[in-house]
């Protein structure tokens, strides 16, 4: 696989205004110590943001955005921006006492969950996956995924069946293949997980080679 996690570093960055109200986000890091995206926030961006209204939270990250022209705009700078973001959205929210969702605009009061699974692990086979995803519908998920790309094309086929067979027809089932794909392989994967009618395929190439997409 491209990219193999051994655990999940959580960053949670904490926007609060001088009233006393806070909004909470979260930056992903997955390209080493927590530390380094949190002193980047601390550092460089947290000053940026002293003594304005968050309200203004397009202004307030593109003027974040802007000081990574030429130097940062890909990697841990967009994660910490992601992270002020996210608690941007979410102390705005908590002022108009509405959902993040409503202030998007979004139109429903509901949305669909799947229980996200199907990790490899040394000697999981694709009956354990079966057994797996066939315990989240059983809590009440009426969709599950499971991870491909990290093994043989065969045995990645044989574990989506698996899964497939273990939910029955009438779940949703989707596949996250984290980047790891060539778009030939791609491809061919798509074609082969047709018949056990997929819901989506997530990340088959990597998210920058557009035109693969």
């Known amino acids: ?34 530390s380094v995206t949190a002193h980047l926030i601390a550092r460089d961006f947290m000053p940026l943001l002293i003594g304005e209204d968050p309200r203004r939270h397009a202004r307030l990250w593109q003027k974040i955005r802007d000081t990574t022209t030429y130097s940062i705009r890909d990697g841990i700078a967009y994660s910490a921006l992601s992270g002020i973001d996210i608690a ?26 799947y229980a996200s699974g199907g990790l490899y692990a040394d000697g999981k086979t694709s009956a354990d996956i079966g057994r797996e995803m066939h315990g989240y519908v059983t809590r009440g998920f009426r969709g599950v995924k499971l991870k491909i790309g990290g093994a043989s094309f065969a045995e990645d086929v044989a574990r989506v069946a698996a899964a497939r067979e273990a939910i029955g027809p009438d779940v949703r089932l989707m596949v996250d293949a984290v980047y790891a794909l060539s778009v030939a392989e791609a491809m061919r994967m798509a074609r082969a997980l047709e018949r056990h009618h997929i819901h989506f395929l997530e990340a088959p190439v990597h998210p920058t080679n557009v035109e693969g997409l």
């Open 88 to 113: 941007i959205w979410d102390l705005v929210a908590r002022h108009y006492r509405v959902p993040v969702g409503t202030l998007l605009g979004g139109v429903s009061d509901r949305v669909f969950a």
């Open 1 to 34: 696989p491209l990219i193999a996690w051994k655990e999940k570093n959580v960053l949670l960055v904490i926007v609060e205004t001088d009233d006393g109200s806070t909004g909470i986000g979260e930056a992903w890091c997955d390209g080493g110590d927590p």
